[in-house]
Each structure stands twice: as structure tokens, then as C-alpha cells.
């Protein structure tokens, strides 16, 4: 496991409150969208769960959900030196415990114990590689595939276990066929518009390790009405 290290010293260090906690991040991270914070809500959480966010950035998806259930058991794992150096720092200073790995996940996860958790979330990159899409590097499957998200996701999760994640709308199709793939079952979906006249361009969705087939489809969330 790499040596913990401090952030590195940021020109504009912000700062934001998620319910209860402090989150800092800075302009090497990827900054606080509407899709964690729509997944955070979504995301099915019991208590004393243990979680998983692969690719956690600086922590804001962890410190959401925490917020929501405080027995919550926290891990993380995070390509970015910086990002992970925020996400420690993030759980620290909001005096919380927990397991923040640095690295590829399709190296470190598989160090994690198969069936160790109850729920795993991730906000992935959006877009294939090569696809031509905007938003550099954060935003493309450039070092690792819907595919295997999904898979180490199956295998983290225990019998019973859920994956929550983002994706755009229209790779609704790709992401059910991982899922299943990965021997999660889609349980739960929610299609996301910005306006009651556009159509969704975001898709939750949920699975369930080991589940049975049945999909239950949530209302439309509408970020803006009227």
C-alpha cells in the first residue's frame, strides 16, 4: 500500500458542507457533481453496512453516505495520489475511520476480501475511449472498462450485496448487460432530466449480487421544474 501523503499545495482550495461533514477538495480533483450527489441519495444504505466506492475521488461520495447512516463502514480506492491524499484528509478531519487505498482498482481490488461488502457505489467515467466525447481523462474509460468496474464490483460484493452507479442514459443498455455480467442483478433504475421538456440524460442504477430478475423503475427525477 503507497505511503500516505499530504495534499499537494492548491491555488484555490474549496471548501463545501455535506450534511454534517467538511468536504475539502482542490483543483487537482475532479470537482463535486450533481451525479454524487444524486447517487448518494439513491444509493440503498442499512445500517452497519460495509462500503465500498470504487474510484472515491476526494471522499465526497463516502462522507454523503455516511452522513445518511453513520454506522456505515467506509473503503475507498482512487487512481489519483491527490485525490486520494484529499479523501484521507477529508476523513480525518471530519474524525471518521477508514480504509483509503491508492491505485488502479483492477490491481487493488482484488486485495479487498471477496464478498467483504454490503454495498459498493461508484461514479465512473462516463464515456468509451475513443468516443470523441469532452471532459478529458476523468470523464473516458481510458484505464478501466464499464466491464471491469462491474466486475470487481461483483466480486467485492457478498450474496445479497448491492452496486449503485451513474451512468449516461444512453449506455442504459451497456450498463445492465455488466451488471448481469458481473452476476448482479438490475433491481432498481432512475432516469435523471435537467427540465420536464428534455429528456433524461442521466441513468442510476442499482444491482443486486446473486439477485433475482425484476426491475423496479423509479419515478423521473427532475433537477429543474417549471
Not at 455516511?66 to 495520489?81: A, D, M
Not at 491524499?85 to 471530519?94: G, K, T
Not at 464499464?146 to 448491492?162: F, P, T
Request: a positive charge; charged letters at 20%; aromatic letters at 4%.
Amino acid at each position: 500500500m503507497p505511503t500516505l501523503r499530504a495534499p499537494r499545495p492548491e491555488s484555490m482550495e474549496r471548501a463545501e458542507q455535506l450534511g454534517p461533514f467538511t468536504y475539502r477538495w482542490g483543483e487537482s480533483c475532479f470537482p463535486l457533481g450533481q451525479d454524487t450527489l444524486l447517487l448518494s441519495g439513491f444509493a440503498t444504505v442499512r445500517r452497519g453496512a460495509r462500503v465500498c466506492d470504487l474510484g472515491c475521488g476526494a471522499g465526497a461520495l463516502l462522507l454523503l453516505l455516511r452522513g445518511r447512516e453513520p454506522t456505515l463502514r467506509l473503503t475507498g480506492i482512487e487512481c489519483s495520489g491527490d485525490a486520494h491524499a484529499w479523501a484521507v484528509r477529508n476523513l480525518r478531519e471530519n474524525s471518521l475511520a477508514g480504509d483509503l487505498r491508492c491505485g488502479d482498482l483492477r490491481e487493488v481490488a482484488p486485495l479487498l476480501p471477496a464478498g467483504g461488502f454490503d454495498l459498493v457505489i461508484a461514479n465512473p467515467p462516463y464515456f468509451p475511449a475513443g468516443s470523441g466525447k469532452p471532459g478529458g481523462g476523468a470523464r473516458m474509460e481510458t484505464s478501466c472498462t464499464l466491464e471491469e468496474l462491474c466486475a470487481a464490483a461483483g466480486r467485492l460484493l457478498k450474496n445479497g450485496g448491492r452496486f449503485a452507479l451513474t451512468l449516461p442514459a444512453a449506455r442504459l443498455t451497456d450498463g445492465v448487460v455488466a451488471l448481469r455480467a458481473a452476476g448482479a442483478e438490475p433491481k432498481r433504475m432512475q432516469l435523471v432530466q435537467h427540465n420536464p421538456a428534455s429528456p433524461p440524460s442521466v441513468v442510476l442504477l442499482e444491482g443486486v449480487r446473486q439477485g433475482r430478475p425484476g426491475l423496479s423503475v423509479l419515478p423521473v427525477c427532475c433537477l429543474h421544474r417549471g
